[in-house]
């Protein structure tokens, strides 16, 4: 499995748009980014999933370079809801591994 | 939109007492996970269950631990004589599974708390 690197921590305002930044260099062929949100004491949620490009949902968008060694999750006008943690995933898509490998993530800090 | 929902929300035990955690997948999904959490660590892969057998299980998931689907919509997760280590989160998760080519977006429970006394 690729490995991930993202931030530990970033802390943002209310209304503000936050980046954050997942590094995968050893990204194959076939794996897909996908990343998930958690709130404490809750199930990890999916956020949203892309190969390459942009990919956009109601939730937030994905830019990936054309080389996808990195991806970015951008969440537009963030408010305290967003507070969570981010984790980026990369793996596989279609048969094969299934477990999905969570890293420590990013944990999001929005202030009012 | 259709939800994984686990019971129960919380369960305490003494150890060395069996515990069997329940979980309903979403209706249509043929894969289903266990994860653990254990507080301020990282999400842990258990096991995958799929077409009535362990697809896939992590070193974790040792003899002391079992998965059963006993009917067509619960899925259950048994730890036979629990230990005190044994305390965490543990989530279900279910996906598709459909196809050649399907994504692995799986869908989390909101978990079960359990403490081991």
């Known amino acids: 499995l690729a490995k991930t690197t993202q931030p530990i921590s970033m802390d943002s305002y209310e209304g503000q748009e936050v980046n954050i930044t997942c590094s995968h260099n050893?990204?194959?062929?076939?794996?897909?980014i996908t990343w998930y949100q958690q709130f404490p004491s809750q199930g990890p949620r999916f956020i949203i999933q892309?190969?390459?490009t942009k990919v956009t949902n109601e939730v937030a968008s994905l830019f990936i370079p054309a080389d996808r060694k990195s991806s970015t999750l951008s969440l537009p006008r963030v408010s305290l809801s967003d507070t969570a943690v981010y984790y980026c995933?990369?793996?596989?898509?279609?048969?094969?591994?299934?477990?999905?490998?969570f890293g420590s993530g990013t944990r999001l800090q929005v202030q009012p | 939109e259709p939800e994984v929902t686990q019971t129960p929300s919380h369960q305490v035990t003494q150890m060395g007492q069996e515990v069997i955690l329940r979980c309903v997948p979403i209706?249509?999904?043929?894969?289903f996970y266990w994860y653990r959490q254990i507080l301020g660590q990282k999400v842990e892969f258990l096991v995958s269950?799929?077409?009535?057998?362990?697809?896939?299980k992590s070193e974790i998931f040792d003899d002391q631990f079992s998965v059963e689907r006993p009917d067509g919509s619960n899925f259950t997760l048994k730890i036979r004589s629990t230990k005190l280590e044994d305390s965490a989160m543990y989530f279900c998760?279910?996906?598709?599974?459909?196809?050649?080519?399907?994504?692995?977006?799986?869908?989390f429970g909101p978990g079960t708390r359990l403490t081991v006394l």
């Open positions: 892309g190969y390459k």
């Open positions: 995933l990369v793996g596989p898509s279609g048969a094969g591994r299934r477990a999905l490998t």
């Open positions: 050893n990204i194959a062929t076939n794996d897909y």
């Open positions: 269950f799929y077409n009535n057998e362990i697809s896939e």
């Open positions: 998760a279910s996906s598709e599974g459909q196809g050649l080519r399907f994504t692995d977006t799986q869908y």
């Open positions: 209706s249509n999904h043929l894969y």
